[in-house]
């Protein structure tokens, strides 16, 4: 079994900052990319940032220059680092991972349960 645990979610004002974890755990082999998705009421998910096994980093449009993706792989956990956040940053945020488990050689996406982000403007 495989689980994603986020968290760091909360209420902040607008400009304030936030960062949220996502620790993976159970029978990992490897991790291959990891990410953050969002989703907002009455919206679909969507990406806002992604990074690679090797760090590549991939970012909305809308939170480029705002959030950072840093990652700790001997740690299997994924940040992602809020700054200057809006009101239009209020979600769900959602961890996501592309793991191969231990003896299967398939690469599975998993997600976390959600946290909840709220910028009062």
């Known amino acids: 079994q495989v689980q994603l645990v986020e968290s760091g979610g909360g209420l902040v004002q607008a400009g304030g900052s936030l960062r949220l974890s996502c620790a993976a755990s159970?029978?990992?082999?490897?991790?291959?990319?990891m990410g953050w998705y969002r989703q907002a009421p009455g919206k679909q998910r969507e990406l806002v940032a992604t990074i690679s096994s090797s760090g590549r980093t991939n970012y909305a449009d809308s939170v480029k220059g705002r959030f950072a993706i840093p990652r700790d792989n001997p740690k299997n956990t994924v940040y992602l680092q809020m700054n200057s956040l809006e009101a239009e940053d209020t979600a769900v945020y959602y961890c996501n991972a592309a793991i191969m488990r231990i003896g299967i050689s398939n690469v599975y996406d998993y997600w976390g349960q959600g946290t909840q982000v709220t910028v009062s403007s």
């Open positions: 159970g029978s990992i082999a490897s991790i291959k990319a």
